[in-house]
T-cell receptor
């Protein structure tokens, strides 16, 4: 299974601060994906990082991947109230590995 | 709007009813997925179709029956459900299996 395990389970920060959440996985992957889920927009794909990449940026998002430690981190800079959501990571292997979401990190941005 | 639509958005059914959930994607993707999301539990992958062939069936009870008649449509046929089947059912699609998935808004199912 490629279940991502997110850490921490919950995080509350002030608006404008940066938020960092982590993900660990157990077996080798070809890519790792981060998703966000909130009540307004449902489950949305944020970013995909391939196993041969160490860092990737998309707007205020920065994702790192350390395949030697089987871990990834998602950094959200200059947080906004709209970033309040649950964040999930999913590792995938282009084979027959099952895609499994973890329980996510619940991020709350305090205005 | 992600290009993946699901109908109905809400469904209440009795345990003896038969109903179907519908998912349609307008993205030209080749893989489609059904997930179940229950309160306080991780998202559970139920079925995956790639190029209209089922590639994953994660020990889902037979009272859930998927159908993928073409690459744009995915159905989940429901019959003799149990109250614990009440959940949000999400459909997703991706260009290829295991790439980034685009999710629909979900169907909120309540079994009475």
């Amino acid at each position: 299974s490629q279940q991502g395990e997110e850490d921490p389970q919950a995080l509350s920060i002030q608006e404008g601060e940066n938020a960092t959440m982590n993900c660990s996985y157990k077996t080798s992957i070809n890519n790792l994906q981060w998703y966000r889920q909130n009540s307004g927009r449902g489950l949305v794909h944020l970013i995909l990082i391939r196993s041969n990449e160490r860092e990737k940026h998309s707007g205020r998002l920065r994702v790192t991947l350390d395949t030697s430690k089987k871990s990834s981190s998602l950094l959200i800079t200059a947080s906004r109230a709209a970033d309040t959501a649950s964040y999930f990571c999913v590792g995938s292997n282009f084979g027959n590995e099952k895609l499994t979401f973890g329980t996510g990190t619940r991020l709350t941005i305090i205005p | 709007e992600t290009g993946v639509t699901q109908t109905p958005r809400h469904l209440v059914m009795g345990m003896t009813n038969k109903k179907s959930l519908k998912c349609e994607q307008h993205l030209g993707h080749n893989a489609m997925y059904w997930y179940k999301q229950s309160a306080k539990k991780p998202l559970e992958l139920m079925f995956v179709y790639s190029l209209e062939e089922r590639v994953e069936n994660n020990s889902v009870p037979s009272r859930f029956s998927p159908e993928c008649p073409n690459s744009s449509h995915l159905f989940l046929h429901l019959h003799t459900l149990q109250p614990e089947d009440s959940a949000l059912y999400l459909c997703a699609s991706s260009q290829e299996y295991a790439l980034e998935q685009y999710f629909g808004p979900g169907t909120r199912l309540t079994v009475t």
